[in-house]
Every structure is written in structure tokens, then in C-alpha cells.
């Protein structure tokens, strides 16, 4: 019952700026941690960014270009991508975990393509 549905993606030029945005939506209870993978072509899918209510966590290779926040009113996350770079070309996908009564439960977005060209 719980979607989550990414925004933003596109094509930009290396050095360029993209947002991408994160809705969740359905029966949602409490989402305790968001964030973003990503897998480019013919790789494993990889951490980008990851939030909770006291920690954030990133990819050494987009720290200090990314940046992650959240609308915990709206159950919404964001990645704001600067400088970006050729190697980030990749489709993004959200995350959530949900801490419901009985169990942890972990949510998937459809993705959403990322192309820097160079």
C-alpha cells in the first residue's frame, strides 16, 4: 500500500545542477530513514544518501556535491546534486524504511534517469 514516486531526473552538462524529489504516499505509519541508491549501467546498485532524524550518511563520491533533506510533514525526501559529473549518470531510486508495529519494512521508488554528459 505504501508507494514512493521519484521527480527531477533529466540530462545536464558535466558541472551542471539537478533536485530530485521523493513522495511517499499510501498507509504510512512512521518512516524512520530515506534516501537515494543509484545503478549505472553494468553496475551494482550503490548508496548515494541516506537520512534519518539525527544522521545523515553519503557516498564518499558525492560528499560535498549532494545533499540530502527531508519534509517529514510531507513524508517527502530530496537530493539536491551539484556539480555533477559524467560517472554520476545513473537512474536514482528512493528509499524509505518504515518501522511499523509487527515489523521493518523497506520501499523502493521506480527510478528515475540521471544523464550528465559531458
Known amino acids: 500500500q505504501v508507494q514512493l514516486v521519484e521527480s527531477g531526473g533529466g540530462l545536464v552538462q558535466a558541472g551542471g545542477s539537478l533536485s530530485l524529489s521523493c513522495a511517499a504516499s499510501?498507509?504510512?505509519?512512521?518512516?524512520?530513514?530515506m534516501g537515494w541508491y543509484r545503478q549505472a549501467p553494468g553496475k551494482q546498485r550503490e548508496l548515494v544518501a541516506t537520512?534519518?532524524?539525527?544522521?545523515?550518511d553519503y557516498a564518499h563520491s558525492v560528499r560535498g556535491r549532494f545533499t540530502i533533506s527531508r519534509d517529514n510533514g510531507k513524508n517527502t525526501v530530496f537530493l539536491q546534486m551539484n556539480s555533477l559529473k559524467p560517472e554520476d549518470t545513473a537512474v536514482y531510486y528512493c528509499?524509505?524504511?518504515?518501522?511499523?508495529?509487527?515489523?521493518?519494512?523497506?520501499?523502493w521508488g521506480q527510478g528515475t534517469q540521471v544523464t550528465v554528459s559531458s
Open positions: 528509499h524509505a524504511v518504515m518501522n511499523g508495529i509487527a515489523a521493518t519494512s523497506n520501499y
Open positions: 499510501g498507509r504510512i505509519f512512521s518512516i524512520k530513514r
Open positions: 537520512t534519518t532524524s539525527d544522521n545523515t
